[in-house]
């Protein structure tokens, strides 16, 4: 297992176009997060699930962000109707349930233009 | 006011110093402190993991955790030029289902 992995790593977008990621966690970690990251901030909590269940969702993540992750394994942050505002770099993490195996991503990062 | 204050710096400090970076936060909740190490257009990266109050020593690193102050610090001993990234503060708490809270990171450049 070489940790966790996301996809594309870059994806530049218009304004108004979906656009969807991908991570996929270290295979034997239950639980999995999702961050965005702007620049010259800490990353941001998003949403996580616990296997294939979303337990928690920030109020950043407005009705045009949708997260799934079917049977527990690789999850997907789909965002719709792209804005500028969108323009972050967007992590994933996983864990077994404590914190202190977070791994993170390289992350996708996401320009609109 | 946010939940974890930590001061973006940026930090310059020559190669061999000893490296002070520290966080406060307001939410008496959290037990677990962390520190993460980020490189430019990477993923954070755990460094240091304390539970509840105390000290904890890895290597050049040394973690401290006040929570009567609400206070906590990372020192690097012999700082290296590879040391230069940006370090995070993050907390969480079990109740939170250990989503973590970050600061906004400080980036630390090392002189050679």
């Known amino acids: 297992d070489t940790g966790v992995s996301q996809n594309p790593r870059h994806k530049i977008t218009k304004r108004g176009q979906n656009v969807t990621f991908r991570c996929d966690p270290i295979s034997e970690h239950n639980r999995l997060y999702w961050y965005r990251q702007t620049l010259g901030q800490g990353p941001e909590f998003l949403t996580y699930?616990?296997?294939?269940?979303?337990?928690?969702k920030s109020r950043l993540l407005s009705d045009r962000f949708s997260a799934e992750r079917p049977k527990g394994s690789f999850s997907t942050l789909e965002i719709q109707r792209t804005e500028q505002g969108d323009s972050a770099m967007y992590l994933c993490?996983?864990?077994?349930?404590?914190?202190?195996?977070?791994?993170f991503g390289s992350g996708t990062r996401l320009t609109v233009v | 006011q946010k939940e974890v204050e930590q001061d973006p710096g940026p930090l310059s400090v020559p190669e061999g110093a000893i490296v002070s970076l520290n966080c406060t936060y307001s939410n008496s909740a959290f037990q677990y402190f962390m520190w993460y190490r980020q490189y430019s257009r990477k993923g954070p990266e755990l460094l240091m993991y304390t539970y509840s109050s105390g000290n904890k020593e890895d290597g050049r690193f040394t973690a401290q955790v006040d929570k009567s102050s609400k206070y906590i610090s990372l020192f690097i001993r012999d700082s290296q030029p590879s040391d230069s990234a940006t370090y995070l503060c993050a907390m969480s708490s079990l109740t939170g289902g250990f989503k973590t809270i970050f600061g906004a990171g400080t980036r630390l450049f090392v002189k050679a």
């Open positions: 699930f616990q296997n294939e269940a979303q337990l928690e």
């Open positions: 993490a996983s864990s077994l349930g404590s914190p202190d195996g977070y791994t």
